[in-house]
Each structure stands twice: as C-alpha cells, then as structure tokens.
C-alpha cells in the first residue's frame, strides 16, 4: 500500500479520538501519516479537551504543521484524504468544499442534519470521482463485530428483541456549545442515538415501521426512546440520553434476545452469551481501536485495495433518513409510521 496523507479539519474533541487512531497505526507501521491539522480556532491545537468516551490521547511526536486557513493548507500541502471533524451542521459544506478541491473525505457522523445535504454529499463525491466516508465508527469496534458474527452463525436461532442504550450528561466541550444548539446539532437523537440507529440497520436492515418519543429539557429532543419494528416480529428500541447528571458515566450497553441465548454487553467488558442451556460465557475476539480500524479501512478503500461494502455513504445517508422518519413519529407524539 502506498503512503497515504491525512489532514484533520477540525482539532476538537473527536479529532483527539482520531489522532490516537492514527498514531496506533503509524506503530503499526501502516502507511498513513498525518501531515497537517486545520482549525479556525488556533488554541485548539495544544488544549486538553475531554469528551464523553475515552480518546486514548497522549503526546506524541509531531509529524504535522497547523494551519487555521483551509485554502492555505490546500496551497501548501500534499494532501490525499481529509478527515472532516467540525461539528455537524459544517460537514455538508465542506465535504463539497474539499471533494470538489480534488481530495477524498472521510466525514464524522452524522454524515449532516439532513438527508437531502447528505444526498448532495454523494452526488459530489460521484461527479469528482472521490471517495466519501462517514464515520460510523461502531461498524468498526470489535465488540459490535463480535455480537454480528455471532447473529449471522444463526446458532442462537431468530432474534426476537434488542435493545441498545446510550447515555451522557449534556456534552459540553464543543466550539461555541454548539451540541446544546438544536439547529446546530439536531438534537440527541441525531448526533447520539444515530450510532445505535445505524448499529441496528446494519445487523438487522430496513425496519418496516418505526416510532419515537423524545424530551425537552435544556435543549429540544435531548433524551430519545424510538423503536424499529420487523417484518418477521423483531423490536428493536433505541433509548439515548443527554440527560444524564453531571457525574453519571458514559454508558452504552446492549441486549439482544435470541431464540436459544441472550446476547450482552455492558459496555466495557467482553461481549457475554447467556445460553438457554449451559454456563455463560465471554465471546473471544480481539478488540483493536476502532478510530485506528476506521482509518486503515478508507486508506484502503482510496488506494482500490478494497471496494467499501462494509460502510457506504449511501448507507449513511439512509440512517439519517430513519432519524428524519423517527422525530416525523415523535413530532406526532410518538406515532408508528411506516417506513
Ligand atoms: N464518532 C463519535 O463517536 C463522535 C463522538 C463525538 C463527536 N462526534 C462528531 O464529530 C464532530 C465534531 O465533534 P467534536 O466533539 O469534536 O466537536 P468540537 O466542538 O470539540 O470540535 C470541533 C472543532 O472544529 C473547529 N471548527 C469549528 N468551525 C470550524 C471551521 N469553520 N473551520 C475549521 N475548524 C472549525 C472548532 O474550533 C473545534 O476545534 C461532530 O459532528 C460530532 O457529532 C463523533
């Protein structure tokens, strides 16, 4: 695999999450190097910035230059992918913006606020001939893996129910806060829950029907409760929360209910099958940093070593549309709709 250059736009919160993915890689000796980071705000670059999960961040050696001007870091810089970390209602621009300048994006979820801005995304991506990825980062996290290659043996017969959490106190890192600003952010469900949304699409596929209800509280839709309904019975329900007190811990456990066994997590061990019959048992699987697993995979992607089945843009995009169908449902006070 040839070289490939990285520029980070945007040194906030999940930037640092993403540069411990890259420095996991550069140990590894894969051939992906970050040469320049970009950020409007020049403190960002050396600050310590806490997020709700962990980003694994330490000092390293430095093999980028900063730049707060994107044009000049354009100029003066060979760059193959940018990996786009503003916040979110900034994504759809310049995902276009850098397309069009001639370099592959990987973007943050979620892809934008809405999904015609993420159909505009891929229509760019198309016409420039470059490659486009959103990072639904879960499809790389080994114990989201392990729990899918579990399901797809079919050795615990039909899953019936599942059940995915993910709760936080209101974040309150972001550049000029603007998590709590709904217009910014679109609220919990969009900028949270979307990981477990895309999590059960990707297990399960297209729910039939689909209903929400949300609460406001500090901000507009920031706690979620939806629930993805299955042609062949499957629930699944997707509780988020950004209400959570200030000390509570970060927490995003999941269930799922089979036929022959219970599927587990509690969000920070290993993923435990609970069998009808017999003991309880770990799952065995490696779990490699994610953030690091995302960025070797679109490496490859860009290089044509690999076709992008796993994570396509336009999978993104329909997960954004089931947010919209979600919050149509709880606009209307939590009604079933099809979908
Ligand atoms: N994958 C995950 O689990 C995960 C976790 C957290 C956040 N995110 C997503 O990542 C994105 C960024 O979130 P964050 O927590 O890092 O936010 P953040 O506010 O901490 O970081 C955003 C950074 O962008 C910079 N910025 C703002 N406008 C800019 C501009 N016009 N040009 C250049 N830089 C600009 C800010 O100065 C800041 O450093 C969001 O879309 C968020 O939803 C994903």
Redesign the pocket.
């Known amino acids: 695999m040839q070289e490939t250059k990285i520029a980070i736009?945007?040194?906030?919160?999940?930037?640092r999450?993403h540069m411990n993915g890259y420095n996991i890689l550069k140990k590894k000796g894969a051939p992906i190097r970050v040469v320049a980071l970009?950020?409007?705000?020049d403190t960002?670059f050396e600050k310590d910035?806490k997020?709700?999960?962990d980003t694994g961040a330490q000092e390293e050696e430095k093999s980028w230059r900063t730049y707060?001007d994107?044009d000049e870091m354009l100029a003066k810089e060979e760059i193959d992918t940018v990996d786009i970390?503003?916040?979110?209602y900034?994504?759809k621009e310049?995902t276009v913006r850098l397309l069009r300048a001639g370099k592959n994006v990987q973007c943050?979820?979620?892809m934008a606020l809405t999904a015609a801005d993420c159909a505009e995304m891929i229509a760019t991506a198309r016409e420039c001939s470059k490659h486009l990825m959103v990072?639904q980062?879960l499809r790389f996290c080994g114990h989201y893996l392990a729990l899918k290659a579990e399901l797809d043996s079919g050795k615990h017969g039909k899953v019936m129910t599942a059940r995915f959490e993910r709760l936080s106190p209101l974040?309150t890192?972001?550049?000029?806060n603007?998590?709590v600003d709904f217009a910014r952010?679109g609220g919990e469900m969009l900028?949270m829950s979307i990981?477990d949304y895309d999590m059960a699409r990707f297990l399960f596929g297209e729910p039939e029907k689909v209903s929400a209800v949300t609460c406001d509280r500090e901000i507009h839709e920031q706690t979620s409760n939806g629930r993805l309904y299955y042609k062949d019975g499957l629930i699944v329900t997707v509780d988020g929360s950004w209400a959570e007190s200030k000390t509570f811990p970060f927490s995003c456990p999941f269930r799922v209910v089979c036929e022959k066994a219970t599927i587990a997590w509690n969000g920070c061990d290993k993923v435990r099958v609970y069998p009808n019959e017999g003991e309880a048992y770990d799952l065995d699987y490696e779990n490699e940093d994610y953030m690091a697993e995302e960025a070797l995979f679109f490496a490859k992607v860009t290089q044509g070593e690999v076709k992008n089945e796993k994570n396509p843009p336009e999978s993104a995009m329909q997960t954004v549309a089931l947010i919209e169908k979600l919050k149509e449902s709880a606009a209307c006070g939590g009604a079933i709709l099809g979908y």
């Open positions: 736009l945007g040194y906030g919160g999940i930037a999450a970009c950020d409007a705000d960002q910035i997020i709700n999960v707060t994107l970390c503003v916040p979110t900034l994504h310049y943050e979820k979620p990072g980062c974040p890192w972001g550049f000029d603007w998590f952010s900028d990981h």
